[in-house]
């Protein structure tokens, strides 16, 4: 009996938490993780270990499947190398074993509000306007999705681009819960931001009606409205913590040079980090925000999680 999904990137944060939330819907599928990384273990998965590189392999698993949910990616360090190879050419082997295949499934790809850069007048980002990152993740994400929208593949494929996601489980926002239970919050490059938050609860639920919309396609900013201000993250984890957070602020010039001495951390160690160089330009722009008007067309009355329960959640994981 054929899977009707087939999951890569399965063990990442997100991976792990689409496929649980599919456990509990009673969807059965593939799990394809990286060699040497550790396995998916949910009733009705079965756990494929292969790269992502076209041959008689992927193509299988993707014969035995109806929809693909492609999260996976890289987003840590500064290596050039890490994201073409992470964002641009996983696509490229994938979309080339689709076209090898006769009936190839539909396909569900992650990116990222990186890929559209900043909101530079302070405006809601939609999916039409101008794509303009800012760093080496945002540009080889957005290379990830030309390659898929200029595909012959694109009228049965649907590019999600998230805002931020936290939760349990994630390691970009943990140094943030770190530096929290310290009595610290720490302000890099812009006193202060406007962004928005999504909790990876609210986002497995919205990806799993997405795969089963086979009209779909295109790209379609997915996310909570909310905006959220460096302020309010602030002081939710300080009522998470249950203590007053001393705010302390990175200048730019500042910022910048944390960047680059974890770039050249990574250099010496090859393990990359959350922050590097891409980072700081990252935090130097004080507005990242999404129009999501086309998500409430597409799935109205979605509910989200409010920004301290989430909070709250994600630190007792920890």
Same mark, same amino acid.
């Given at each position: 009996?054929?899977?009707?999904? +087939? ?77 073409? @190879? ?60 030309? +390659? ?52 990876? @609860? @609210? ?6 009606? +997405?795969? @089963? ?106």
């Amino acid at each position: 009996m054929a899977h009707r999904y +087939l999951i890569s990137g399965a063990n990442g944060f997100i991976g792990r938490k689409l496929i649980e939330e599919a456990g509990c819907r009673g969807l059965r599928g593939t799990a394809l993780i990286l060699p040497g990384t550790s396995p998916v273990s949910v009733d009705g998965w079965e756990t494929v270990a292969m790269p992502m590189v076209d041959g008689p392999e992927l193509r299988q698993v993707l014969e035995t499947s109806q929809v693909v949910i492609n999260l996976a990616g890289n987003m840590l360090g500064a290596s050039p190398e890490r994201f073409r @190879d992470g964002n641009v050419r996983t696509v490229e082997e994938l979309l080339k074993a689709m076209s090898a295949i006769s009936d190839p499934p539909r396909l569900v790809h992650a990116s990222s509000v990186a890929a559209m850069g900043p909101a530079l007048e302070g405006i809601p980002l939609d999916e039409g306007n101008p794509c303009k990152p800012v760093c080496l993740y945002g540009r080889t994400k957005l290379a990830g999705e030309r +390659l898929i929208l200029n595909s012959s593949h694109s009228g049965r494929s649907l590019v999600v681009r998230f805002c931020s996601v936290y939760g349990p489980g994630d390691r970009c926002f943990l140094n943030l819960f770190k530096m929290a239970e310290r009595g610290i919050f720490l302000r890099l490059a812009t006193k202060e931001k406007r962004f928005q938050l999504m909790f990876v @609860d @609210d986002l497995v639920k919205i990806l799993w009606r +997405l795969a @089963d919309d086979a009209l779909l396609s295109g790209v379609l900013n997915v996310g909570d409205s909310t905006e959220i201000s460096d302020a309010d993250l602030q002081n939710a984890l300080s009522k998470s913590y249950g203590r007053r957070l001393f705010s302390v602020f990175f200048p730019p010039a500042m910022t910048r040079l944390l960047g680059r001495i974890y770039d050249f951390l990574e250099a010496c160690t090859s393990q990359p980090n959350v922050m590097s160089s891409g980072k700081a330009r990252e935090m130097s722009f004080p507005v990242w925000l999404q129009n999501f008007s086309k998500l409430n067309q597409v799935l109205p009355g979605l509910k989200w999680t409010p920004l301290f329960e989430g909070i709250e959640k994600t630190h007792l994981a920890i």
